[in-house]
């Protein structure tokens, strides 16, 4: 053999072994784990964790957020004294409890008007009640709204948590509110501090 022959085999085999290289480097896993996963409208930060969330409709919980696409949180034509009610099911698959705080981002509508008067109560498996404006929080790099719906909540080991809670318009709201709008778009489930 010549040395050009030599020189194009070892060329050849070199451009084999560095595309399989960068096809194995391409292909990835989903990440678990520490690693933030996302799964429809929620992102979660520890896989053993899962998450629904059903909204009371006619008096029956439906599971909301199935597809991509679909809303997680929206109220229309709102009103003072309205009352939205939620569930989260939140199932822990590990031997030892797990702890989340929760956090409601890409919030949309009428924000300035709705942040004294939308109230947020937890009524089960605590009791607690504040204001949007309590916790209301602006991204000003992306120019979005978020609150911490809750610092921490504790599922018990290999269990299921029904977390129950609603969305309520004050009573003492301006006559302004009618008709107005409010969407969360995102959830997030992250291991608090």
């Known amino acids: 053999m010549n040395n050009k022959t030599v020189s194009m085999i070892l060329s050849i085999v070199l451009i084999v072994v560095l595309s399989l290289y960068a096809y194995g480097w391409m292909q990835t896993m989903p990440s678990t ?3 933030v996963e996302y799964n429809r409208n929620f992102y979660i930060t520890d896989s053993d964790i899962g998450v629904k969330l059903y909204a009371l409709i006619d008096n029956t919980y439906v599971e909301q957020g199935q597809q991509p696409t679909d809303p997680l949180i929206t ?8 009352i939205q009610r939620y569930r ?10 797990s702890r989340v705080k929760v956090v409601f981002t890409e919030l949309d509508g009428n924000i300035n008007l709705l942040k004294s008067y939308l109230k947020i109560n937890i009524t089960s498996p ?26 921490s909540i ?5 269990s299921t948590l029904n977390f129950y ?13 009618q008709a107005t709008n409010f969407e969360v778009k995102k959830i997030m489930f992250i291991k608090p501090m």
Do not use: Q
């Open 75 to 82: 109220i229309n034509e709102m009103y003072p004294g309205k």
């Open 33 to 35: 784990g520490e690693n």
């Open 88 to 97: 989260f099911e939140l199932t822990n698959i590990k031997d030892v409890a």
């Open 126 to 151: 605590y009791l607690t009640t504040y204001t949007l404006n309590d916790k209301l929080e602006l991204n000003e790099e992306s120019n979005r709204y978020f609150f911490d719906f809750a610092d």
């Open 154 to 158: 504790t599922i018990p080991a290999k």
């Open 165 to 177: 809670w609603n969305l309520e318009i004050d009573i003492k709201a301006p006559n302004a509110l």
